[in-house]
């Protein structure tokens, strides 16, 4: 289909989701980033297909269980940059029904969508169904992690998904991969499309020895253990098998020289095939070094470049919630959302790489509704023993915040340190300001739903805007 042509089963899906998404939010519901799509479907179940043809310059999936939000802000921003019009579920709501109704809202009445490129961030359910949808023309796999077992059972089940839906894509599809992560490799191994793999080659902020959360320890292909020549991130870095002799393949983009600037950017090298590039990413940790690495191998792919590449990095500004800074009262508050063992253990060791212990104030707001998984027993994976020492006092609620105190006190942290505040965020979000001191610092690291349920106190306050708005 091309946009002159007037398809009216289209047209009035859209117009129908669209009504839909205004009177959720009229009436204070939400944002209206799920629903309309669910609508939108109902009416026409080949909206998305419909509108993904239309893009000019195809579309793009972005996958992973950490990162994925980060890394499609920083891809659309980058494209954004190079004067194309972006189709972005940008909310973040990510689900088959999130993105249709990001589609529709970007679409005039008459069908016709307003954009001519598409970034588009999966849920790792949700990927091979939104890859058969919208037959992306580049799919971007940053990672892959334990995450809510209780929603998607063991990691081998997403693997396996992910595995079916690649030996799928004809060859004039670009996959790139992250490389460190061996599970990654092994998924995409003999595919017909073209891969590309991305990874760190770096001297800088190397762990010892495999985090005890790690998910991958052995061989996907024979079962036997991995030796590591580098180790970055949980299990990933410069992998080989100590049995079949597997390794990590070479590199297309390799980051290197990484410099971490405490808890404002990070500098570091990109080298391709083109050369070296040096460049400043405007959010800090090693995690984001992954993710403007992937940002950046992505964009280069779609031929953006690098001029256009290493500014809009530069300029880049977090995803709600994630390393998202906050002026409130006289105070300056970061927010870093926490949902797993591995990205947990990055924020920490990001809060307290400089002088190896926590010296601000920190709140952990932990709830254990769906969109969390029930199952919070994955705090004890979680390297909480890295706050056992520094002066700054620990504040704990949520849903489960009994369980976060208990769990502080379990890894060391003194017991004149851990503060047990009330369930109700709102409130405990008071008390926990109350203590901050004038012109101080803080950080507030919540759960996914704790996150959005604090936001939404502070957008009623005038503090910040709804995630939607963003």
Known sequence: MNKSSFDPRLAISVMSARFTGTAIRLVGKGGGTAAPGLVAERLDPGLLTKLGTQLEHGALVVAGTNGKTTTSRMIADILQANSWKVVHNRSG????????????????NGGHIRGDVGVVEADEAALPELIKRIQPRVILLNN????????????DTIAKSWAKVLQTLPAETTVIV?????????????????????????????????PHAADAAVCRVCGADLGYRALYLSHLGEWYCTGCGR?????????????????????????????????QVGVPGLYNAY???AAAAVASVMGVAWDVISPTLAAFQSAFGRIERIAYQDKQITMALVKNPTGFNEVLRMLTAETGALAHPTMICINDLDADGRDVSWLWDVDFELLAQGDGHLYTTGIRGADMANRL???????????????????AFDAFIADVPAGASAYILPSYTAMLKLRKSLADRGVVQEFWEQ
């Open 93 to 108: 709501s990510n689900l088959v029904r999130g993105v249709v109704a990001a589609f529709v809202d970007q679409t005039s």
């Open 144 to 155: 892959l992690f334990r995450d809510q077992l209780d929603r998607y059972g063991e990691l």
């Open 178 to 210: 992250n490389a460190d992560d061996q599970t990654l490799v092994a998924l995409s191994d003999d595919i017909r499309a073209r891969r590309i793999c991305i990874g760190l080659n770096s001297a800088e902020h190397q762990l010892e020895s495999l």
């Open 247 to 279: 390794e990590r393949p070479p590199l297309d983009f390799a980051a290197s020289d990484i410099h971490l600037h405490g808890d404002q950017h990070t500098d570091m090298t990109i080298t391709d095939t083109t050369g070296s590039h040096q460049v």
């Open 291 to 293: 993710n403007a690495l």
């Open 409 to 427: 006190k379990y890894a060391g942290v003194p017991v004149e340190r851990i503060h047990p505040l009330t369930s109700e965020l709102a409130d």
